[in-house]
């Protein structure tokens, strides 16, 4: 594998995290309302999630939906409907900065599970090994992998820092209600783009 071609998969894994989308924005939204902690602890979920997926998109599933172009559809649509319930979720928060319910606080499992349930997530798995790796040999699953989990956690890593930044500013419910529908009208948004 030339150096050139890491290189490119490197900027591309970058490009595909770093980009607004769903697990951005509400790595950004925790970590505004519950700290950096809590904001890393789903953002390093969030990161195992897809590499995971990506390893299995890799070492064969991809064939499979090849295959079964309807499977896409069917997950881009539970994506679209788990999108849109956590949008619901946010956009009804009450912006209580102290509140008891940590049943909501975003978690390790709740980034695991948001990234299978995220078409962004399977769009970037799909689309980066169809361009750069298209035997999907072990090896270059495997290193095209071991590149994309350290740029995957610190590009959503930047969004956690932005929400530790935003939190500071909003201190109070009412700030921190507008934020949280603000974010839940651009997360609802995204699934708008998806569609297109």
């Not at 790796?133 to 820092?161: D, H, K, R």
Request: hydrophobic share 55%; charged share 10%.
């Amino acid at each position: 594998m030339t150096l050139s071609l890491l290189a490119s998969m490197s900027l591309f894994a970058l490009a595909a995290s770093l980009s607004p989308g769903p697990v951005n924005l509400l790595s950004l939204s925790s970590s505004a309302r519950y700290g950096i902690k809590t904001g890393l602890v789903f953002v390093t979920g969030a990161t195992l999630g897809f590499i995971v997926l990506f390893l299995l998109i890799g070492f064969g599933l991809h064939y499979l939906i090849d295959q079964l172009s309807w499977i896409t559809k069917v997950l881009q649509w539970l994506g679209i409907a788990f999108l849109v319930y956590l949008s619901f979720q946010l956009f009804t928060d009450h912006g209580e900065l102290n509140s008891d319910k940590h049943n909501k606080i975003p978690n390790f499992m709740t980034g695991a599970i948001m990234q299978w349930l995220n078409p962004k997530a399977w769009l970037a798995s799909l689309s980066g090994i169809a361009a750069y790796i298209p035997n999907a040999e072990t090896t270059q699953v495997m290193i095209f992998a071991s590149l994309y989990l350290p740029i995957c956690w610190l590009s959503l890593g930047v969004w956690v820092w932005v929400g530790k930044i935003l939190g500071q500013y909003f201190q109070s419910p009412a700030k921190m209600r507008l934020l949280n529908k603000t974010l839940a009208i651009l997360l609802a948004g995204s699934c708008a783009l998806i569609l297109i």
